[in-house]
Each structure stands twice: as structure tokens, then as C-alpha cells.
């Protein structure tokens, strides 16, 4: 059964800021098989990349992921106020324990 | 546009069985996984299982003594049902659309949840 950690735990950054999560499978996936969601307060998960680097219908183009093996990495290029949340990712039946990025 | 609708009680006391019924708009309801998902209050997300159109399922194996997912295809409708609740399955529960599974030693996974129902929030307590 495959672990997915991701690091940090929270990520404190400013509007504008670019932000770099990270998502560490316990033994080698294919990138085909890695997503990773946003989830807000109150609200259910989103889907923002499948496939490790392709981005869901309507997601704008500062998410970008990448990634292969074991290491994956979901880059926000520059944050805008609505993407203080927590992110997910998600490879078959495991979720990572996600990522807080708060406003600092 | 494809939505999901989920329903079913809020409240339940121990040992009871929760029951869940999501049901979809829009879409193909054939050649995806329909699944369940769990969050527990301030939690992560947590798998419970999925069920395709033609009744294969695939359960997460912590659960899988007490899940029963079903699907009623003539209604585009799924349902879950965990017996002998405790409070630790206290949680929001959600249902999603699992597309583009892979299928390894006798199970299929789904690769992504691109729809995802409300959520409800069931609480068990005596």
C-alpha cells in the first residue's frame, strides 16, 4: 500500500509569492497516477492537476505540477487571495495528509 | 454539467449503520468509478471505496468488514452503508466521480475525482 507525505506541513506566504509543495510516494508511482486537489474551508476537494502535470478544466495556468517516481511537486507561480487553502494529493486509494498554505 | 447530490442521515448513535445515497446529473453514469470518501473533523481525506457501473467494487481494507457500496444504475444512483458506527467515524462524508482508473492485481483504482458531491456531515454519538 503506497504512503503519500507531503511537506510542509504549512506554508506561510504572501499574496503574490510563489509556492512549492511537495508530495513523496513511500515506493515509485507513474506519474500518470498522481492528482492533487484544493480543498477550502466548508467546501469539498477540487481537482486542479491529474497526470501528475495536467491541469483540470477551468484551473488557471499559475498551478502547475510536475514530477515523477517518487517525488512530485505542485507549484502555484504566484498566489492570488483565493488560494490560501489546503492541498491534497492523491495517488489510487491514499491521500497525502495535506498542505496548509496560510497567508503570512 | 455533471453534478452530484448525496443525502442521508446526519445523526446516528452507536452500533448503528450509516446509509448514504448520491445520486448524479449530467454525464455518463457507465465507464467511471463511483466513490466514497471521508473526512474527519480537521482531518485528512480518507477512501472508503468505489463501485463501477456493473457492480465492481473495491473497498479500503480498514473499512471493508463493515462497507456495503451499491449501485441502482436505472436511477444514476450509489449508496453507501457502514454498520456498527463508533465515534470515530464521526466525519463529512462525500461522494466523487473516479475517472481514468488502472487496474493492478485484481483491484481498480480510480486516478482522479474530478466531481465531487456536498459532503454530509454525520455525527455519531449516544
Known amino acids: 500500500e503506497i504512503v503519500l507525505t507531503q511537506s510542509p506541513g504549512t506554508l506561510s506566504l504572501s499574496p503574490g509569492e510563489r509556492a512549492t509543495l511537495s508530495c513523496r510516494a513511500s515506493q515509485s508511482v507513474s506519474s500518470s497516477y498522481l492528482a492533487w486537489y484544493q480543498q477550502k474551508p466548508g467546501q469539498a476537494p477540487r481537482l486542479l492537476i491529474y497526470g501528475a502535470s495536467s491541469r483540470a478544466t477551468g484551473i488557471p495556468d499559475r498551478f502547475s505540477g510536475s514530477g515523477s517516481g517518487t517525488d512530485f511537486t505542485l507549484t502555484i507561480s504566484r498566489l492570488e487571495p483565493e488560494d490560501f487553502a489546503v492541498y491534497y494529493c492523491q495517488q489510487a486509494s491514499a491521500f497525502g495528509q495535506g498542505t496548509k498554505v496560510e497567508i503570512k | 454539467q455533471v453534478q452530484l447530490q448525496q443525502w442521508g442521515a446526519g445523526l446516528l448513535k452507536p452500533s448503528e449503520t450509516l446509509s448514504l445515497t448520491c445520486a448524479v446529473y449530467g454525464g455518463s453514469f457507465s465507464g467511471y468509478y463511483w466513490s466514497w470518501i471521508r473526512q474527519p473533523p480537521g482531518k485528512g481525506l480518507e477512501w472508503i471505496g468505489e463501485i463501477n457501473h456493473s457492480g465492481s467494487t473495491n473497498y479500503n481494507p480498514s473499512l471493508k468488514s463493515r462497507v456495503t457500496i451499491s449501485v441502482d444504475t436505472s436511477k444514476n444512483q450509489f449508496s453507501l452503508k457502514l454498520s456498527s458506527v463508533t465515534a470515530a467515524d464521526t466525519a463529512v462524508y462525500y461522494c466523487?466521480?473516479?475517472?481514468?482508473?488502472?487496474?493492478?492485481?485484481?483491484?481498480?483504482?480510480?486516478?482522479?475525482?474530478?466531481?465531487w458531491g456536498q459532503g454530509t456531515l454525520v455525527t455519531v454519538s449516544s
Open positions: 466523487a466521480r473516479g475517472a481514468d482508473p488502472y487496474c493492478s492485481g485484481g483491484s481498480c483504482y480510480s486516478n482522479r475525482y474530478d466531481y
